[in-house]
């Protein structure tokens, strides 16, 4: 079954507005948890990640938030732009699993004007 | 930033044949890893490897599957023979220490394998 789960496929947010990316996840070992950004036909690229001990962190327009009474992690972008327009992965990893991280399918942001 | 990189970019290869897909990880990187993702779905782990041993492995890494990387050169991945489900982009990694204690993995932008 899927371990690592984003919902949403896709979403559309105003420019300006903020973004909500969300993540389930299953397996409770999980101590990592990390959101890449994906442009079509690139690398992901590691934009956030956070360890089980802390429940937010935040880096300059990006806010990672940890609920793990509800197996649930959030990605919040404020002040969209354009250029955030791009595939999120959500990721999760076990420190007991060696160097193993479970993606999600990817939900796809866009950012109109 | 760090660059992971990945030959070919694209292959179209006859099913039951030899491929072999290569990738250039960070200079001082320690360990690395190899993804699949099928279309449609999400990039899932296939193998992780450091000090020239596979330490992990998932399901998907069939029998037909190795990896190696002989004397610090490309670390590759080759699939004999292949299948037409190995039709995926496959995408390498690496990191500098193990990447489940919030070490970056840096990802390559991937191989996107065919097998017809």
């Known amino acids: 079954g899927q371990q690592v789960k984003q919902s949403s496929p896709s979403l559309t947010v105003q420019e300006g507005g903020i973004s909500i990316l969300n993540c389930d996840y299953e397996?409770?070992?999980?101590?990592?948890f990390a959101w890449y950004k994906k442009y079509p036909d690139n690398s992901p690229t590691l934009l956030i990640s956070v360890r089980s001990n802390v429940d937010k962190r935040e880096d300059g327009r990006l806010t990672v938030f940890l609920n793990k009474s509800g197996k649930h992690f959030s990605l919040h972008i404020t002040a969209s732009q354009p250029e955030d327009t791009a595939v999120y992965l959500c990721?999760?990893?076990?420190?007991?699993?060696?160097?193993?991280?479970?993606f999600g399918q990817g939900t796809s942001l866009s950012v109109v004007p | 930033g760090p660059k992971v990189l990945q030959i070919p970019s694209h292959q179209i290869i006859d099913m039951g044949q030899m491929v072999t897909l290569n990738c250039d990880p960070v200079?001082?990187?320690?360990?690395f890893y190899w993804y699949k993702q099928i279309l449609g779905q999400q990039m899932e782990f296939l193998v992780n490897?450091?000090?020239?041993?596979?330490?992990?492995k998932s399901k998907l890494f069939k029998d037909q599957f190795s990896v190696e990387r002989p004397d610090g050169s490309y670390f590759t991945l080759k699939i004999q023979p292949t299948a037409l489900e190995d039709s995926a982009v496959y995408f390498c990694a690496s990191s500098l220490t193990r990447g489940d204690s919030g070490n970056t993995l840096y990802f390559g932008e991937g191989s996107r394998l065919i097998v017809v």
């Open positions: 397996n409770d070992m999980f101590d990592y």
């Open positions: 490897f450091y000090n020239g041993k596979v330490m992990e």
């Open positions: 200079s001082n990187h320690l360990y």
């Open positions: 990721a999760a990893g076990a420190s007991s699993s060696f160097s193993k991280l479970v």
